[in-house]
């Protein structure tokens, strides 16, 4: 069975700063790794993710992650946080051969000023 | 353009009572989702539909029961609510299946059971 590890539970960062949210997963099979993030008192919504083709994905609003098969790991990054980035981040799992998602714990980014 | 929404946004209840959570997409997407959100476990699956009369459970699906008569609805129903069930609820949608698409969520329904 897939599972999906975020490491860290809570990442304060101050403005201006790179953040860099750890995820890493386990799976004997063909994975597709998902990205949501979470904005206080909303649901989650689709940061970005890798289905095939080159490692490094990237969001409209400048996050990045990369796609490492040899350490099953989808980081995320950010060079540079805003305020507004304030957020909790899921990282999720989907096995080529199956139709649901596993999400990791979560990541819960605070930036300050 | 709703796209998915989720009622009641907040329901406080008592421990054996039956409540039943809502969910409605506008998209006619084919799959639903229903997920539990609680501290340090991130979300997990508690049921699942592939279409209209087709649901499946996930991995904690013991003392809930779902329905989808219709594309659009996709109601949740606690039998007889614990304290542990006490939660906030995703209902999301997708178009064809978690594999590669994107999944919708609605703003969530917290769920307190006294």
């Known amino acids: 069975a897939q599972s999906v590890t975020q490491l860290d539970s809570q990442v304060p960062v101050f403005e201006e700063a790179p953040v860099e949210l750890r995820c890493n997963y386990s799976s004997s099979v063909s994975v597709y790794l998902f990205w949501y993030v979470q904005y206080p008192n909303q649901g989650l919504q689709l940061l970005l993710k890798?289905?095939?083709?080159?490692?490094l994905v990237e969001s409209i609003n400048g996050f990045e992650a990369e796609f490492n098969k040899s350490q099953t790991s989808f980081h995320l990054r950010k060079p540079s946080v805003h305020i507004s980035d304030t957020a909790e981040y899921f990282c999720a799992v989907s096995e080529a051969a199956g139709n649901k998602l596993t999400f990791g714990g979560g990541t819960r980014v605070l930036v300050k000023p | 353009d709703a796209g998915i929404t989720q009622s009641p946004r907040y329901k406080i209840t008592e421990t054996g009572r039956q409540v039943t959570l809502m969910c409605h997409q506008t998209w006619s997407h084919s799959y639903m989702f229903w997920y539990r959100q609680d501290l340090g476990h991130g979300l997990r699956l508690i049921y699942y539909?592939?279409?209209?009369?087709?649901?499946d459970k996930g991995e904690v699906s013991d003392g809930y029961v779902v329905s989808r008569s219709k594309t659009e609805n996709f109601p949740l129903t606690l039998e007889s609510a614990t304290r542990s069930q006490t939660s906030v609820y995703f209902c999301a949608s997708s178009p064809s299946g978690a594999r590669t698409d994107t999944q919708y969520f609605g703003p969530g329904t917290r769920l307190t059971v006294l």
């Open positions: 539909s592939a279409a209209a009369d087709i649901t």
């Open positions: 890798y289905l095939s083709g080159s490692t």
